[in-house]
């Protein structure tokens, strides 16, 4: 594997990223919290696009993976932005996001804010919104009077760590509350036994989504990663359903 190549997004704020070149739209997979371009979906997307000459970009938000930069100082707007410089400087043409749980949220903001370089979106147990309802009240007044929680986590040996600064931002880019204008093609897949991200909140989205070409796949046995093999090629034939062409 060569090594990554960099963006410079703003003074003093770099990201890495991994681009394949290939026919379009171009797949731009957006990583969950915490997580980095390296995961176990981000890796078979790259080797399904060298098979298949696909166009492929995975990346590392600020602060995470190898993109340099402190952890707790990275805020939810932040990393909207790292993810719409990467739509602006680096990939051609129309794209295809693929946000897994936070990364989710991402793609949907940048669908918004870069409605015609959409192609279609495609969920991965997304998570928008989840500063509001994925803590509890106790958890919330930790955040704000501390400046940060640290969780035990059941996919690391290091705890998961919400900073004031994230929350806070997180917060103030909610958008389950309105219909939601993105009129791109929309997939969502969601695990029934997500135990982070609740599968109801897919038919939420999928309702608030003014597009017409909307889909929901449950899996009834899925969980929140989404990684087996079986959802590794339900993945990959989602992708593949959607128009290569806007």
Do not use: N
Request: hydrophobic share 45%; charged share 20%.
């Amino acid at each position: 594997m060569t090594e990554p190549q960099y963006l410079d997004v703003a003074p003093g704020r770099r990201i890495a990223y991994r681009q394949r070149g290939g026919r379009g739209p171009a797949v731009v997979f957006l990583p969950g919290y915490a997580s980095d371009m390296e995961g176990g979906k981000a890796i078979a997307l790259d080797a399904w696009a060298g098979e298949t000459g696909r166009a492929f970009l995975r990346f590392d938000y600020g602060g995470c993976g190898v993109s340099p930069g402190d952890f707790e100082m990275q805020t939810a707007e932040g990393w909207r932005d790292d993810v719409l410089a990467l739509i602006d400087q680096v990939v051609e043409g129309p794209v295809i996001l693929v946000g897994s749980s936070m990364g989710g949220w991402m793609m949907l903001h940048a669908a918004l804010a870069r409605p015609e370089r959409i192609a279609g979106l495609v969920g991965i147990a997304a998570a928008p919104d989840f500063t509001s309802w994925g803590f509890t009240q106790d958890q919330k007044m930790t955040i704000l009077s501390e400046g940060r929680l640290a969780q035990p986590s059941i996919y690391s040996d290091q705890p998961t760590v919400t900073t004031r600064a994230f929350w806070q931002s997180g917060e103030a880019l909610r958008l389950l509350h309105a219909p939601i204008g993105i009129d791109a093609p929309v997939r969502l897949l969601h695990g029934q036994r997500d135990p982070d991200v609740p599968w109801a909140y897919a038919l939420e989205l999928a309702k608030l989504v003014r597009s017409a070409d909307v889909q929901t796949l449950l899996i009834k046995d899925g969980d929140h990663r989404l990684s087996r093999p079986q959802d590794i090629a339900l993945l990959i034939a989602t992708l593949e359903a959607l128009p290569e062409q806007p």
